[in-house]
C-alpha cells in the first residue's frame, strides 16, 4: 500500500510543449500542489492538486524558453519529492 505521496517522472522528457506529469496523494493529504521552477528557482507554474490517490497533470509549457526546469510536490506546504525536466 502507498502511504506516502509520489511524484513521477515527466513523460515523454525531453517534451516539447506539453508533458504529463503522474502523482499519488494518500487520503490524509488536505492541500499538495505541483510546482514548475526555472533554474534560477523561480516558480513559473503552480497546478493545485484537487483529488487524493493517483492522478496526472498535463502541464502545457510552450511559451518557455528552451532548457532544464525542475518541478515539486508540495504537500501541506512542505516540498516531498523534486525532479528535472527538459524542454527542448
Do not use: C
Not at 506516502?4 to 506539453?18: D, H, M, T, V, Y
Not at 497533470?57 to 504537500?75: C, E, F, P, Q, R
Request: hydrophobic content about 35%; overall charge neutral; glycine content about 6%.
Amino acid at each position: 500500500l502507498l502511504e506516502k505521496a509520489q511524484l513521477g517522472q515527466n513523460s515523454p522528457n525531453p517534451f516539447n510543449e506539453n508533458t504529463v506529469i503522474e502523482y499519488y496523494l494518500p487520503k490524509t493529504v488536505n492541500n499538495a500542489q505541483i510546482a514548475v521552477y526555472d533554474n534560477a528557482g523561480r516558480m513559473i507554474k503552480e497546478v493545485n492538486l484537487e483529488t487524493n490517490g493517483q492522478g496526472e497533470i498535463d502541464l502545457k509549457l510552450a511559451n518557455l524558453a528552451t532548457g532544464t526546469y525542475h518541478y515539486s510536490l508540495i504537500v501541506n506546504g512542505k516540498i516531498q519529492d523534486s525532479k528535472k525536466m527538459i524542454l527542448k
